[in-house]
């Protein structure tokens, strides 16, 4: 009887801590999709409480990772590069763990899947313990996750740290400059949408490349996935070029590259006027757009765009 009892206690000990590791129990809004994406960033927050390296890294995307930081900021002006590919990110991170207990929970505010992409906000609060002193700090952290479905997984393919909110206003901070190479880019990319060019335009691009709209505003939680990869977006290219001419005025506000010069970020003012070939209406918008690069292939593709953002102003 007494080796049944310990069995049992040990079977319920498993289950119990598999599902605080693995949760699965499926919410009304939930699909599979947003099951196995929430399964990933609790085995991300697993990892930290624990201090366990490869436990966090399990489900990110060797190959296409890159980690940005907000810098406290809800406006992409004050965006950078933190970490260019994933062995950078591990021994940041491997070297953090090794200095610092993570007692933390985390909120998953935001989940947004169209095909085989995804996007995520996460908040985590807790503590931030020192391991020789036991020194705690209070931590209430918002991140910003994509994700890209590859063999039935889905992967952490970014990571922008420290995200603000509306209160924090627009980036104030130091000037970022303009790096010529990726201005260069930019300043291509407006001039083949100007000759009409689909596949000038589409040379910008990665073969993974997403598109987001986000309609006008600065908050994730309004903005679309629009192109889930660059074939998607040539097609959409082809149809529209035929029909639409365009005149893209850009300026560049700031575009940075990481130090290994392998990722880099860009924000942009732009002013997009759109006249139909076989008649006489002509549409216009101003906004700002984000960018995202990478020179994995040797040259710099987009990596990502968000399109129609609205900065926020000092008011809000």
Known sequence: MTTLVNRRRNILVWVIG????????????????????????????????????ELVLSQYDGNRFVRYSANGMIDPLGWRVRNETLTSYADALGQDLRIYRYDIQ??????????????????????VIDRNSGAEQALDVTRLWTFRKEDDEWLVSALVDSLGDLATGPYTGAAGGVDEDIAMVLKAEAQAWNSGSAAGVIDHYDGEYVGYDAYHTILPATWLITFNDAEEFEDWLDKRLSLTSYDVQREILHASKGAGGLAAVALTREKVTAKYRGGTAVHSQEGYA??????????????????????PSAQE
């Open 106 to 127: 985390r909120s998953v505010t935001l989940i947004s899947v169209r095909l085989d992409k995804a996007f995520v906000t996460t908040v985590d609060k807790g503590l």
């Open 290 to 311: 984000f960018w995202t690069l990478s020179r994995g292939g040797g040259s710099w593709k987009v990596t990502n765009l968000v399109q129609k953002l609205q900065r």
């Open 18 to 53: 598999a599902a605080c590791i693995f949760p699965v129990e499926k919410l009304p809004a939930e699909t599979t999709e947003t099951i196995l994406i929430r399964q990933a960033l609790e085995k991300d927050r697993s990892g930290r409480r624990r201090g366990v390296v």
